[in-house]
DNA sequence: CATAAATATCTAGATTTCCAGAAATATCGA
DNA sequence: TCGATATTTCTGGAAATCTAGATATTTATG
């Protein structure tokens, strides 16, 4: 993952309600949860919510998959595994020199 | 680790400028960088970078101590780790009953 | 003390995000 | 087809964030 895919995705779990609903599939774990149980759960507008979801459906942070007239959301953990390796990668390995800096 | 605090965290790091600076922090280890050095890796203004530096320290994301006249910034190491541990914590434990929906 | 170096603070305009009500869309069941 | 349920899209104003130049602060050095 490069920075700019992991920025995205951090940016987007850096959101209360967004968190919140994260957590919630995380805990749920593959079965996933339908959008309505996550709202029963968070106690937000519907509008709201759905927005919120649109957004971590966007980062690739979840999935979404119809079954009836419900959509199922599950945590997409190959996505969330790449951001957390992304963070830590590379721990105490040192820096490289850093670009000349004015003579 | 509680929600609001987890959230700030991420937030934070979901900027590119911020994640990169974190990033560098990560390889430098415990030893850390200067801010210095961090803009000369970076290559932008000054007055930008300090201000971004403010918001990571602010989320207790990095330690700063003084130096000479040099300001040198570590990973909160602690912190990343609560961060980090949030949010997979209690991964497909499955979800207790939702709130009562409408009758 | 005067100067330079490292960093923070002030400022303000441009851009982005946030929220929730209202309306629209899609699917199921009778 | 009609009605109910689940969810998204539209909308627009309020609030927060981003950027970088100019200036200020702190510390070391000669």
Redesign the interface.
């Given at each position: 993952m490069e920075?700019?895919r992991?920025?995205?995705?951090?940016?987007?779990?850096?959101?209360?309600v967004r968190?919140?609903a994260?957590?919630?599939l995380?805990?749920?774990?593959?079965e996933g949860?339908p959008v309505?149980?996550i709202q029963?759960?968070l106690?937000i507008p519907q509008s709201t919510l759905s927005h919120h979801i649109a957004h971590l459906v966007a980062a690739g942070l979840i999935t979404q998959s119809r079954q009836g007239r419900m959509l199922i959301c599950r945590v997409d953990y190959e996505t969330?595994r790449g951001v957390?390796d992304?963070?830590?990668?590379?721990?105490?390995?040192?820096?490289v020199l850093?670009?000349?800096?004015p003579p």
């Open positions: 920075l700019e992991a920025a995205k995705c951090l940016s987007e779990l850096g959101h209360p968190l919140a994260f957590r919630l995380v805990r749920a774990g593959p949860l309505k149980q029963a759960h106690g969330i957390l992304f963070l830590m990668r590379d721990c105490c390995a040192g820096v850093p670009p000349e800096g």
